[in-house]
T-cell receptor, first 113, second 113 residues
Framework: DAGVIQSPRHEVTEMGQEVTLRCKPISGHNSLFWYRQTMMRGLELLIYFNNNVPIDDSGMPEDRFSAKMPNASFSTLKIQPSEPRDSAVYFC???????????FGPGTRLLVL | DAKTTQPTSMDCAEGRAANLPCNHSTISGNEYVYWYRQIHSQGPQYIIHGLKNNETNEMASLIITEDRKSSTLILPHATLRDTAVYYCIVRVYSGGGADGLTFGKGTHLIIQP
């Protein structure tokens, strides 16, 4: 079975550019999470969706960050404009309601120059 | 969610049992103990979780003290591939809807050949 799929796996961009990260959750899962990992702050929850609806976006650092889940099989995390401090590994995870195990994707390594 | 305390790092010889402690003295009655691990350059991986009884699966055993203020994750026969950062997380069982995980700094377990 395919796990959580994230793309791109690596992204290098210049400050001010728009960045879009993509996630395909495991089929049948109805909850999706976006996390960010940096050396300074560790793993942080940014936002999560249940049944395609954003439930808690309190972890989104600022208005430059936005996330959407147009359907059950796709989500995007967008940063516009990007800044060097956004450089991090961004993970997507999914699970099914009633199941407590979250399955993480391989992450997207973002470097903003 | 309750706060957890873990040692920053631990060493263990290959083939021996690795015992990873976690303190969660402020745990509430409806909070579970979860363990995840993160192998270098990969997304976190679920290991095991429990409420008050000891639990065992194909990966590990979880021993929770009777007062539930601490727990120990046991990898019975550690291999080099078990080198990773191990996270102990305490959280309320979400029941009908999934919610995000709060990661601490974890324990960096190094398996020595």
């Amino acid at each position: 079975d395919a796990g959580v799929i994230q793309s791109p796996r690596h992204e290098v961009t210049e400050m001010g550019q728009e960045v879009t990260l993509r996630c395909k959750p495991i089929s049948g899962h109805n909850s999706l999470f976006w996390y960010r990992q940096t050396m300074m702050r560790g793993l942080e929850l940014l936002i999560y969706f249940n049944n395609n609806v954003p439930i808690d976006d309190s972890g989104m650092p600022e208005d430059r960050f936005s996330a959407k889940m147009p359907n059950a099989s796709f989500s995007t995390l967008k940063i516009q404009p990007s800044e060097p401090r956004d450089s991090a590994v961004y993970f997507c995870a999914s699970t099914r309601t009633g199941k407590e195990t979250q399955y993480f994707g391989p992450g997207t390594r973002l470097l903003v120059l | 969610d309750a706060k957890t305390t873990q040692p920053t790092s631990m060493d263990c010889a290959e083939g021996r049992a690795a015992n990873l402690p976690c303190n969660h003295s402020t745990i509430s009655g409806n909070e579970y103990v979860y363990w995840y691990r993160q192998i270098h350059s990969q997304g976190p991986q679920y290991i095991i979780h429990g409420l008050k009884n000891n639990e065992t699966n194909e990966m590990a055993s979880l021993i929770i003290t009777e007062d539930r203020k601490s727990s120990t994750l046991i990898l019975p026969h550690a291999t080099l591939r078990d080198t990773a950062v191990y996270y102990c997380i305490v959280r309320v069982y979400s029941g009908g809807g999934a919610d995000g995980l709060t990661f601490g700094k974890g324990t960096h377990l190094i398996i020595q050949p």
